[in-house]
């Protein structure tokens, strides 16, 4: 069946469902990665966005469960421009398409997926509608007036878990964590304890951890909606706990430190963004997902690219912008893991 992607700035783009089929309105954002489809539909950053593959052909080993990042499909809606219907893994439960109908989610395949990518780049991340409407009747003011608002406490699980048996006990701030980060913490012999965003801290102090973990999550890190987080991470502060940011949880660290936040152009997303520690001028290629940036001059990190920062460090606290668990992406800075495990080791209550 026909369907089209309406931009908000007047251009429609014609294509046809492949997953479930309807109408629903989203930020439309590229990603890279040619890997990872799973772990990026899956992934809770992308809370209110249609998202793009730049790869062309995706779906083409299928359906792997194990290979989720939480229960549930973060993306609004899905787009490629070769979805592969007849997938070929040993460890393939099914395919793409049929997943994408079994949960609901709208995908579209079909359109010149290359023309798009470069749009989004020229001018910037944009709101869409995909619409069984043909052009002639095409209505742009719902895609001009959407905006993800409350992302955090959307995503966000309502209950406490523990995870993994060990010496390190670490509490992990959920505001739409991977799986893979308190995997990560896992195997390194810590007693993972995954919080609600809106735990106090007294409650997180209670359990005394040995460090706090603030995860990746979706939308705006300053939204008003995140003050009370930010305030919470301030009392972190003041524990003189040794604290890990990644992706969001690095920017609203940041902000509870007194610097700001900017909203990206297209932002990063994919497993290619080149990252350079300037302590050692060594360059990683790291995996991605934000679509805004902590203001900084320089930092411990920096995109090679674009010059942005992806990572401040405190002294006994840290954070980074990227995703060192790496699912899906390349492992090169998994080490920080193990850096945050000599900073837990080091600190001493009282």
Known sequence: MKAYLILENGMVMEGEFFGAQGEITGEVVFTTGMTGYL??????????????????????????????????????????????????????????????????????????TRALARIIRQNGVMNGKITLSPPGEADFSEAKAYSIRNAVAAVSPRTLTKTGPGPRRVALMDFGAKRGIAEALAARHCEVWSFPHDASAGEVLQIEPSGIVLSN?????????????????????????????????????????????????FGHRGANQPVKETSTGRVYITSQNHGYAVVAETGAFVNVNDGTCEGLDY????????????????????????????????????
Not at 58 to 76: A, C, H, M, Q
Not at 239 to 256: E, K
Not at 317 to 338: C, I, K, M, N, Y
């Open 217 to 265: 999550g979706p939308g705006n890190p300053a939204e008003p909606a995140n003050c009370g987080i930010i305030e919470t991470i301030r009392k972190f502060i003041e524990s003189g706990r040794p604290i890990f940011g990644i992706c969001l949880g690095h920017q609203l660290l940041a902000l509870a430190k007194g610097y700001s936040t900017r909203k990206l152009k």
């Open 39 to 112: 772990e990026t539909l899956t992934d809770q950053s992308y809370y209110g966005q249609i998202v793009l593959q730049t790869f062309p052909l995706i779906g083409n080993y299928g359906l792997i469960p194990s290979d989720f990042e939480s229960g549930t499909v973060g993306v609004k809606a899905y787009i490629v421009k070769h979805p592969c219907r007849a997938p070929s893994n040993f460890r393939s439960e099914g395919s793409l398409g049929s997943f994408l109908r079994e949960r609901g989610i709208i995908g579209l395949c079909g359109i010149d």
């Open 315 to 350: 002294g006994h606290s840290f954070s980074v912008q990227f995703h060192p668990e790496a699912r899906g992406g390349p492992l090169d800075t998994a080490f920080l893991f193990d850096r945050f495990m000599e900073r837990m080791d080091a600190f001493a209550p009282g």
